[in-house]
């Protein structure tokens, strides 16, 4: 009994104690209304998933009557795949064990994947502290350097976007993951150029990209930044002593080929979709770039979401960051600048799209407040009461932010809603929709697909790649062999009044209620344009 009573009187104890209390708190925030349906965060991803892992559990259960598992492939196959499907097939599995679909375990698999990152973020940000800490007489290392990497990972678990984002059915979490695993490798390789190390980044750098292909640009300038550290690249005369060193390091060479090699197999199996993504999202738009606009919507995105605050003083922390330290936190800037230009619309119009900035920003304030703690050390403990008061109301604060979306909004009524609407629809003919999240609701909850008329952001983003069409002309070529045209997005229905007042002169109303419209094409009114 005294030996626990004395273990529990030593600081590494209550420090593991906090660390352990502020994970419970954010896995908590994250489960928090965990069986509801998911639309509370970009319902078009979130549904695309459950859409890719029913039809990978129709297929692994031979349970289902073929006709069915067949459609629920089909649909599966409709929504393009985009990247491997490693949270939807873990869904699907977890499907299979239980016996039924229970699409919230994919909200649980997202939390873990952000918790994990989380080991790694506080890992990352008390080695960064305790390396700027080396050179200095300072007797409170150890402690500031946990309270630094405590604050930083209190940010990245309570910031009510990453509660959001980090529980949604989405690759984006697991990606995260595999980013700040690949940063503290890569940190740790910088270190001491081992073997283990060079393997290790190499091979989280490859699962983040792999997982998702966007987080290439982050891990490869991340990779480039300090491999240019670790050799001395940029204060090394002649030069090309150093890229002699870096180019016939066999660590170097594992790292590229590990982070490259497994996405570059997986797409070269795919044809040209690459290249087809590149065009479309990168070419057609880089005009953007030149739009001052674009920045004024990039940094209002990242305001919001990320806080004012927090923001700013990440901006501070970069400048305050020394050697190995700014060699990382470039990297992954850079990385993440270099996104966002390649990619311009989506970097400055998707929220999701910043998930990336999240343990960005919470490593760049670690030199803030590692500067802030050594102050706060050399004065009484009134004020660093005061400090902790402020940084537990601040907690508590994001946290009930985090809550409040999730306790007030109930999407629980989603499936019979869309089952009802589904049930009125005909089964004689094919139909042309205007309608919520590329028709996923209707396909996933109701079991019907439909085909797609472009809602306002589509007509504005075909705009943008310099295609305008006649609209007439759009409408004819769309409806061909379509028998109904269903509305259900009112609000996108409203805000297109050419599409309104031509369906309103020319088609009858096949049927109505307050949450559908229902127009009957094989019955043009006389006055249609091309009608007998």
Same mark, same amino acid.
């Given at each position: 009994?005294?030996?626990?009573?004395?273990?529990?009187?030593?600081?590494?104890?209550?420090?593991?104690?906090?660390?352990?209390?502020?994970?419970?708190?954010?896995?908590?925030?994250?489960?928090?209304?965990?069986?509801?349906?998911?639309?509370?965060?970009?319902?078009?991803?979130?549904?695309?998933?459950?859409?890719?892992?029913?039809?990978?559990?129709?297929?692994?259960? @031979?349970?289902?009557?073929?006709?069915?598992?067949?459609?629920?492939?089909?649909?599966?196959?409709?929504?393009?795949?985009?990247?491997?499907?490693?949270?939807?097939?873990?869904?699907?599995?977890?499907?299979?064990?239980?016996g039924?679909?229970?699409?919230?375990?994919?909200?649980?698999?997202?939390s873990?994947?952000?918790?994990?990152?989380?080991?790694?973020?506080?890992?990352?940000?008390?080695r960064?502290?305790?390396?700027?800490?080396?050179?200095?007489?300072?007797?409170?290392?150890?402690v500031?350097?946990?309270?630094?990497?405590?604050?930083?990972l !209190?940010?990245?678990?309570?910031?009510?976007?990453?509660?959001?984002?980090?529980?949604?059915?989405?690759?984006?979490?697991g990606?995260? %993951?595999?980013?700040?695993?690949?940063?503290?490798?890569?940190?740790?390789?910088?270190?001491?150029?081992?073997?283990?190390?060079a393997?290790?980044?190499?091979?989280?750098?490859?699962?983040?990209?792999?997982?998702?292909?966007?987080?290439?640009?982050?891990?490869?300038?991340? %990779?480039?930044? %300090?491999?240019?550290?670790?050799?001395?690249?940029?204060?090394?005369?002649?030069?090309?002593?150093?890229l002699l060193?870096?180019?016939?390091?066999?660590?170097?060479?594992?790292?590229?080929?590990?982070?490259?090699?497994?996405?570059?197999?997986?797409?070269?199996?795919?044809?040209?979709?690459?290249?087809?993504?590149?065009?479309?999202?990168?070419?057609?738009?880089?005009?953007?770039?030149?739009? @001052?606009?674009?920045?004024l919507?990039?940094?209002?995105?990242?305001?919001?979401?990320?806080?004012?605050?927090?923001?700013?003083?990440?901006?501070?922390?970069?400048?305050?960051?020394?050697?190995?330290?700014?060699?990382?936190?470039?990297g992954?800037?850079?990385?993440?600048?270099?996104?966002?230009?390649?990619? @311009?619309?989506?970097?400055?119009?998707?929220?999701?799209?910043?998930?990336?900035?999240?343990?960005?920003?919470?490593?760049?304030?670690?030199?803030?407040?590692?500067?802030?703690?050594?102050?706060?050390?050399?004065?009484?403990?009134?004020?660093?009461l005061?400090?902790?008061?402020?940084?537990?109301?601040?907690?508590?604060?994001?946290?009930?932010?985090?809550?409040?979306?999730?306790?007030?909004?109930?999407?629980?009524?989603?499936?019979?809603?869309?089952?009802?609407?589904?049930?009125?629809?005909?089964?004689n003919?094919?139909?042309?929709?205007?309608?919520?999240?590329?028709?996923?609701?209707?396909?996933?909850?109701?079991?019907?697909?439909?085909?797609?008329?472009?809602?306002?952001?589509?007509?504005e983003?075909?705009?943008l790649?310099?295609?305008?069409?006649?609209?007439?002309?759009?409408?004819?070529?769309?409806? !061909?062999?379509?028998?109904?045209?269903?509305?259900?997005?009112?609000?996108?229905?409203?805000?297109?009044?050419?599409?309104?007042?031509?369906?309103?002169?020319?088609?009858?109303?096949?049927?109505?209620?307050?949450?559908?419209?229902?127009?009957?094409?094989?019955?043009?009114?006389?006055?249609?344009?091309?009608?007998?």
């Amino acid at each position: 009994m005294d030996s626990l009573k004395s273990s529990f009187r030593r600081p590494q104890v209550y420090y593991t104690l906090l660390l352990l209390a502020l994970m419970a708190l954010g896995l908590g925030l994250r489960l928090f209304d965990l069986t509801d349906q998911p639309i509370d965060f970009n319902p078009t991803r979130q549904l695309r998933g459950a859409i890719i892992a029913r039809g990978t559990y129709y297929q692994l259960n @031979p349970v289902f009557n073929p006709a069915v598992r067949q459609q629920a492939q089909e649909f599966s196959a409709s929504t393009g795949k985009y990247e491997p499907p490693i949270l939807e097939t873990l869904a699907a599995v977890t499907y299979l064990l239980a016996g039924k679909e229970i699409m919230w375990v994919a909200r649980i698999y997202s939390s873990l994947f952000w918790i994990i990152g989380g080991v790694a973020l506080f890992a990352l940000a008390r080695r960064m502290t305790l390396a700027a800490l080396a050179n200095k007489p300072e007797p409170n290392a150890q402690v500031i350097a946990f309270w630094t990497a405590f604050l930083s990972l !209190a940010y990245y678990l309570v910031l009510p976007f990453s509660v959001q984002a980090s529980r949604s059915f989405q690759p984006d979490p697991g990606m995260v %993951m595999w980013i700040i695993l690949s940063a503290y490798a890569l940190y740790r390789w910088s270190e001491e150029r081992t073997w283990k190390w060079a393997i290790l980044a190499g091979v989280s750098s490859g699962m983040a990209v792999l997982t998702k292909a966007v987080a290439f640009y982050i891990e490869a300038v991340a %990779m480039a930044a %300090m491999i240019i550290y670790t050799f001395d690249f940029l204060r090394s005369r002649p030069v090309f002593t150093p890229l002699l060193k870096i180019l016939g390091s066999l660590q170097v060479w594992a790292m590229g080929i590990l982070m490259i090699g497994p996405t570059l197999a997986y797409y070269l199996g795919r044809g040209d979709r690459a290249s087809q993504y590149f065009s479309s999202w990168t070419l057609a738009l880089a005009h953007l770039l030149l739009s @001052p606009s674009l920045y004024l919507h990039w940094l209002n995105l990242i305001r919001e979401l990320m806080g004012l605050v927090p923001l700013l003083l990440g901006v501070v922390g970069l400048l305050l960051a020394r050697r190995r330290n700014l060699a990382i936190l470039v990297g992954l800037w850079g990385g993440y600048i270099l996104y966002g230009f390649l990619l @311009p619309y989506q970097i400055s119009t998707h929220n999701y799209y910043q998930i990336q900035l999240i343990p960005i920003l919470a490593l760049s304030i670690t030199p803030v407040a590692q500067a802030i703690l050594e102050r706060l050390f050399k004065l009484n403990t009134i004020w660093r009461l005061a400090f902790a008061g402020g940084i537990l109301a601040a907690m508590t604060y994001y946290s009930w932010q985090a809550v409040i979306p999730l306790y007030s909004e109930n999407y629980r009524n989603e499936p019979a809603y869309w089952q009802t609407i589904a049930s009125y629809l005909p089964a004689n003919g094919k139909i042309l929709a205007l309608t919520q999240d590329y028709g996923y609701r209707l396909m996933y909850y109701g079991w019907r697909k439909v085909t797609l008329w472009p809602n306002r952001g589509e007509q504005e983003l075909s705009k943008l790649r310099g295609s305008n069409k006649d609209f007439q002309e759009y409408f004819q070529k769309r409806i !061909a062999d379509k028998s109904y045209f269903l509305i259900t997005a009112f609000n996108q229905f409203n805000g297109q009044p050419n599409l309104k007042q031509f369906l309103d002169a020319n088609f009858p109303v096949l049927a109505r209620s307050p949450g559908y419209l229902i127009y009957d094409l094989t019955h043009p009114k006389s006055n249609t344009p091309g009608s007998p």
